[in-house]
């Protein structure tokens, strides 16, 4: 009878401010190394394309796809804007982090932390609890969209 338990052993957890800084900035810099990698994929597998990437500072980056020299597609990436922190997303390359078209806050359940958009971006994705690569895969849906 000693290998007899419940499978029912999770219980709640809690999370400190502490943690859910380090989610957000542990997300960001997934998020940088995403973007600067799959930017040079993009830019081997499809002739005449090129991926720009660039660190702006330690809370900012921009990318763009270049299709035969011309700019396709633009965004700015960066922590903290005007609705206090979060990893904001906005459509070009300005640097100032005042507007954005889209957000994601750090939220937490009984068992995790999580990043949650505010659905303005893609539409109807507000429930959605996206890991630290679900949230690099959706800001890189909202950069390459228009062009597939």
Not at 74 to 95: A, T
Not at 113 to 119: K, S, Y
């Amino acid at each position: 009878m000693s290998g007899l338990r419940s499978s029912n052993l999770r219980l709640a957890k809690s999370f400190t401010d502490r943690d859910r800084d380090r989610f957000l900035h542990d997300a960001f810099e997934f998020m940088v190394r995403f973007f600067e990698k799959s930017l040079a994929e993009l830019s081997t597998r499809n002739p005449g394309i090129e991926g720009d990437f660039r660190r702006i500072d330690a809370n900012r980056f921009t990318a763009a796809i270049c299709k035969d020299g011309k700019a396709m597609a633009k965004c700015s990436i960066f922590v903290g804007n005007s609705l206090g922190k979060g990893i904001g997303f906005s459509h070009g390359d300005s640097h100032s982090g005042t507007s954005y078209n889209e957000n994601l806050t750090v939220e937490a359940d009984d068992q995790s932390l999580f990043l949650r958009p505010m659905g303005f971006g893609m539409g109807g994705e507000r429930d959605t609890k996206l890991s630290e690569e679900g949230a690099a895969e959706f800001y890189w849906s909202m950069l390459i969209s228009n062009l597939q």
